[in-house]
């Protein structure tokens, strides 16, 4: 007997997906991912190659990653068994829809937001809600509350400040809906050292609140490094459907060496966070252009042209920015990574001459 097509075998709802994909077009400058600018400080670089030469290669890495977790529970004040460790927050988001994803479950986000809450439930054949944005990409707390209760959601994802429009909720909001959650909500904090905010010391008030935390947005996004904090039992489960190996040994060993270093890289987030300011300033005197307040790493701007052509523009200066240019709520948005000072020039100045 011969293979099934192709269609028949793969599951429709993956069929129907786009993978994820990311703009690989030559660029001088890159400000299209939300990323450190800047590389490890020279101290931390040098305690990074220490540290992964000490790693023994041919052995299989702590599946446990308990090094790790002991420098993290240090520094955010609670115990290792309350942290899960990921390749990256995305395996982590992953991880909670196989653990919540029954059959016609349901995950709940507020959108717009980062896509991947949408691709991993759609790709596990979950069903996925959205609540749209009030004006200025605000929470419409009593339609938040509602589509909590109708839906009962197995998992919510808020992203704390909300990526591509880099905006916080409303604090009180988002504890009405923690209140009202059926299930687990995770709140996903991937750019909290840029924001201050964070709803870490309100875990042990509800014990289905998640915290999703990364290092890819402080500098080390190469490395694949994410943490979830929560409620020992919830984190307990949530272990079962984690891959043994998950973080590799050189990623946990460069995570606990730059830990060790991190007054050294709060330098970096303070020149990035006045960068922002500066960057947004500068935008907001620019004709044609619309720039949303920002307590992330990255602004959003609305041009009054097509975003697609002032990304293009940009991108023949050898620019590279992220185009949502046709995304629902986001008509004619493009998301500006903050970089070093000379690369915010360097995008001020062809952004001057495309908008010309
Ligand atoms: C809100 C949010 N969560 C998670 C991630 C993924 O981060 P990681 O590199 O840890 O997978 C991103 C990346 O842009 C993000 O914006």
Do not use: W
Not at 149 to 177: H, K, M, V, W
Request: with cysteine; hydrophobic share 45%; proline share 7%.
């Amino acid at each position: 007997m011969s293979a099934r097509p192709l269609q028949e075998i793969i599951r429709p709802e993956v069929a129907r997906l786009t993978a994820y994909r990311v703009e690989d077009r030559p660029h001088r400058v890159k400000l299209d991912a939300n990323e450190n600018p800047y590389s490890l400080p020279a101290p931390v670089q040098t305690a990074v190659q220490e540290a992964l030469a000490r790693v023994p290669a041919n052995r299989y890495p702590d599946p446990e990653g308990r090094a790790l977790k002991r420098q993290l529970a240090a520094v955010l004040g609670v115990p290792p068994e309350q942290i899960l460790l990921g390749n990256g927050s995305d395996e982590l988001i992953q991880m909670v829809l196989m653990a919540v994803g029954k059959p016609g479950a349901t995950i709940l986000a507020p959108v717009p937001t980062f896509s991947m809450y949408g691709m991993s439930a759609q790709a596990l054949g979950l069903r996925y809600v959205e609540v749209p944005p009030a004006e200025g990409f605000a929470l419409d707390r009593p339609l938040f509350l509602r589509k909590l209760s109708e839906a009962q959601p197995a998992a919510t994802f808020i992203a704390y400040p909300n990526n591509p429009t880099g905006n916080c909720y409303d604090a009180d909001t988002l504890r009405a809906g923690l209140a009202a959650a059926a299930g687990l909500v995770v709140l996903d904090e991937a750019y909290v050292d840029f924001s201050g905010r964070t709803f870490l010391q309100e875990l042990p008030l509800h014990p289905h609140l998640l915290i999703l935390r990364t290092l890819s947005k402080v500098g080390l996004a190469g490395l694949r490094v994410g943490y979830l904090v929560g409620d020992e039992a919830v984190i307990a489960e949530l272990q079962k459907v984690r891959l043994p190996y998950n973080l590799n040994a050189l990623s946990q060993a460069a995570a606990v060496a730059v830990l060790k270093h991190r007054d050294l890289l709060r330098q970096q987030v303070r020149e990035i966070v006045a960068e922002r300011e500066r960057l947004a300033g500068a935008l907001r005197v620019l004709p044609g252009l619309a720039v949303f307040p920002s307590e992330a790493n990255f602004l959003l701007v609305r041009t009054a042209r097509l975003a697609r052509e002032v990304f293009l523009g940009l991108l023949d200066r050898g620019i590279l920015v992220r185009d949502f240019g046709d995304a629902r709520y986001l008509r004619e948005c493009l998301r500006i990574t903050v970089g070093t000072p000379e690369e915010n020039d360097a995008l001020l100045l062809a952004l001057r001459q495309v908008l010309a």
